[in-house]
């Protein structure tokens, strides 16, 4: 893949970059991207109602166990090429922020530091009734059976139902965590938007935010998304080929 020099000279010359994430990263790490996390016995269901509160709600043991499994997946998976080259790009520039809404951990997993999540974690459970939140046992989960119920665990506080900590349809942002990235995408000179359908809000505003920012928008994505008018460049292909391959021409202009 070849990139134009400006692109080379516009990301090595940023005063800031942001790298705004959804789950194409992480599918070469195994994880089902959210539109087609419903495979096997789970895509009868539409994630868009088992990921709100209301799902949560009718079928909390549906629901824990499809968070469970897609916990033990993260656990059992490994940060892959494309999380890996973010978290390079980051010493290589001066001033980089990952903006993500994935709720695994792989961007840290591969060291990225700071990493600023809009849509909660998988690894942060709290109680859906006092909110204190809930310690997983130290045991590496066993991988439930895709479509195996689970009952979620009751709150050591307040014996209340413990629910994920994601932020479901319906629900609002993390105030933090959004002012941040907003606040992100307006200073930078350059944002990365990788692997991401653009088709969730308020994030999929975060893009258009850098680019009516005067902000340099470069989308890695083997398909076109939601944004492409607001995308100045386009590197189709997959995050864990595309990104290493990027860290090495700006390794090679750095020498
Ligand atoms: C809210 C956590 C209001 C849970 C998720 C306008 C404004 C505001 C809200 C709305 C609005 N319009 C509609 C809404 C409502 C709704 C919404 O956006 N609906 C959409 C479906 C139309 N938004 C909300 O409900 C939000 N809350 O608005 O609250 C409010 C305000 C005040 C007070 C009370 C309430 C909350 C949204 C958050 C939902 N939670 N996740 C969980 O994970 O289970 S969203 C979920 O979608 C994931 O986080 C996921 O990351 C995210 C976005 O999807 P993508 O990451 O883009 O993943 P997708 O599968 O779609 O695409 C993958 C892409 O990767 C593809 O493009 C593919 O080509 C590419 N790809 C594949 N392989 C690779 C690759 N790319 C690179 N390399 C590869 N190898």
Redesign the pocket.
């Given at each position: 893949m070849d990139f134009s020099a400006d692109l080379i000279r516009a990301i090595l010359d940023a005063r800031r970059i942001v790298v705004f994430?959804?789950?194409?990263?992480s599918?070469?790490s195994g994880i089902p991207?959210?539109?087609?996390?419903m495979t096997g016995l789970w895509e009868t269901f539409d994630?868009?109602k088992?990921?709100t509160p209301e799902g949560f709600a009718a079928n909390p043991d549906l629901v824990w166990g499809w968070?469970e499994w897609?916990r033990s997946k993260v656990i059992h998976s490994q940060p892959n090429a494309?999380h890996r080259a973010i978290a390079e790009l980051a010493g290589m520039t001066k001033n980089l922020t990952v903006v993500?809404?994935?709720?695994d951990d792989l961007h840290e997993r591969a060291g990225s530091q700071d990493v600023i999540h809009?849509?909660?974690s998988?690894h942060k459970p709290r109680c859906s009734i006092c909110g204190a939140a809930h310690a997983f046992a130290d045991a590496v989960p066993i991988e439930p059976p895709e479509g195996r119920k689970i009952q979620p665990p009751a709150c050591v506080l307040c014996h209340g139902m413990v629910r994920?900590g994601?932020?479901?349809?319906?629900?609002?942002?993390p105030h933090a965590a959004w002012a941040k990235a907003h606040s992100a995408a307006e200073g930078c000179d350059v944002l990365l938007s990788?692997?991401?359908?653009?088709?969730?809000?308020?994030?999929?505003?975060i893009p258009l935010t850098a680019a009516q920012a005067g902000a340099r928008v470069v989308q890695?994505?083997?398909?076109p998304?939601a944004h492409e008018e607001a995308v100045h460049d386009k590197l189709i292909?997959?995050?864990?080929e595309?990104l290493p391959t990027l860290v090495e021409v700006l390794r090679r202009e750095l020498i």
């Open positions: 994430t959804g789950a194409g990263v599918q070469e991207t959210f539109r087609d996390a994630p868009g088992l990921a968070y897609r494309g993500t809404q994935n709720v809009l849509h909660g998988l994920p994601v932020v479901w349809f319906g629900e609002e942002l990788v692997g991401t359908s653009s088709v969730v809000y308020p994030a999929a505003i890695v994505n083997p398909l998304t292909g997959k995050a864990g595309v």
